[in-house]
Structures are given as structure tokens and as C-alpha cells.
């Protein structure tokens, strides 16, 4: 059974910067084919992808957020992170990671956390 | 980036109604599309992968279709479950974009 949960601070100010860990069980990211990504999604807008780490460490972020973002894996801790540095109120959203496997269903999100709300406000 | 443009952007429909909706890539994208529907604050869930495979567990009244730069889905008996919205994302290359979402409302 594949799951993933999101953590971190639901509150932040502007200019700090945001860390948010994706958890998850059911799958290895150490597994060929398997890709974990981060995904946000403004309140009452569009989904936002932002950045993806594969099992290889391969490592791809959005265009526009490219020079404030970090992603990372700890895969004995089954763990992602995403650092967003430099944070503003326009970053308010929810964030979400989700599974991609080439396996399963390649290059598309088959599971997702339940996100995670950060509001960005001084 | 590639640039994903969904059409409409909102419909009213009633049960029973065959439903489309459209998404055009900035760029020829091949079959590097997928389809997700996401109902008020929950996660989106995955419908279509690869332009026209269904997922495991998906109805089969929902259907993909398009290559290149055109991609359509399709639901053929619309069902009181299926008012949501639905975003269309190309997986095409390293950066990776959704479309801006049609929201599907009772007639």
C-alpha cells in the first residue's frame, strides 16, 4: 500500500525559508523507475508542479522557481525535502508530493499525499 | 516551459451528458499527457496517463484521446460523482506543467 504524507510549518514569514518534508512507505526511491515530486496549489487556483527527484538523484525543478528551490532524498528514511527559499505571500498553498512510477503509470502522478496548507504572512 | 491551455474553463452539465474537454500543449508533447480530477480539498486523482490509458480503478466513462500538440478527455454518461475539476498536465522533457483546470458544475 503506497502512501505519502506531507510535513512542515503551516505558518512562515515572508522572506524565511520553507522546508517540507514528503514521507512515504509502500515504495523504495531507490527503486529504478520511481520519481517523487512537489507539487502546490495556490487557494482556489491551479496545481503548480515544482520540482522532482528520481532514483538515479536526478534532479529537475520548475523553470520560474529553479534558483529557490532544493529538493533532496534520504531514502533509508524514505524521506524528500523541498527547501524553498526566500518565501513570499504568493507562495501561500498547499503543498503536495506524489509518487511517479515508470512502471506503474510513467511519467504521471498514481499517488498523492494529503498536502499540506502553508500560509506565508508576516 | 511548455504552456498547457484548457478548454472551457468551466461547464454546466447534467447526469447523463457526454462531456469534453480539451487541452492544447504550447509544443508538440506526443502522448506525454495525463488527466486528473480533484474535488474541493482533496488531492487530485490520477484518471489518464500517456494520453489514453486508463488508470487501474478508473471508470471506463472516462477516456483520453490526442498526440502532438491537441489532447481531449471524455466522459461518455456524466455521474453525480464526476462534478470536479479536472487538469490536464504534460510530462514532455524535464520541466513538467497542468493546464489551469475546467471545473464541471450541475446544470
Known amino acids: 500500500q503506497v502512501t505519502l504524507k506531507e510535513s512542515g510549518p503551516a505558518l512562515v514569514k515572508p522572506t524565511q525559508t520553507l522546508t517540507l518534508t514528503c514521507t512515504f512507505s509502500g515504495f523504495s526511491l531507490s527503486t529504478s523507475g520511481m520519481r517523487v515530486s512537489w507539487i502546490r496549489q495556490p487557494p482556489g487556483k491551479a496545481l503548480e508542479w515544482l520540482a522532482r527527484i528520481d532514483w538515479d538523484d536526478d534532479k529537475f525543478s520548475s523553470t520560474s522557481l529553479k534558483t529557490r528551490l532544493t529538493i533532496s532524498k534520504d531514502t533509508s528514511k524514505n524521506q524528500v525535502v523541498l527547501t524553498l527559499t526566500n518565501m513570499d505571500p504568493a507562495d501561500t498553498a498547499t503543498y503536495y508530493c506524489?509518487?511517479?512510477?515508470?512502471?506503474?503509470?510513467?511519467?504521471?502522478?498514481?499517488?498523492w499525499g494529503q498536502g499540506t496548507m502553508v500560509t506565508v504572512s508576516s | 516551459d511548455i504552456q498547457m491551455t484548457q478548454s472551457p474553463s468551466s461547464l454546466s452539465a447534467s447526469v447523463g451528458d457526454r462531456v469534453t474537454i480539451t487541452c492544447r500543449a504550447s509544443q508538440s508533447i506526443s502522448t506525454y499527457l495525463n488527466w486528473y480530477q480533484q474535488k474541493p480539498g482533496k488531492a487530485p486523482k490520477l484518471l489518464i496517463y500517456?494520453?489514453?490509458s486508463l488508470q487501474s480503478g478508473v471508470p471506463s466513462r472516462f477516456s483520453g484521446s490526442g498526440s502532438g500538440t491537441d489532447f481531449t478527455l471524455t466522459i461518455s454518461s456524466l455521474q453525480p460523482e464526476d462534478f470536479a475539476t479536472y487538469y490536464c498536465q504534460q510530462s514532455y522533457g524535464t520541466s513538467w506543467t497542468f493546464g489551469q483546470g475546467t471545473k464541471v458544475e450541475i446544470k
Open positions: 500517456a494520453a489514453s
Open positions: 506524489a509518487r511517479t512510477s515508470i512502471a506503474a503509470a510513467p511519467e504521471a502522478f498514481d499517488f
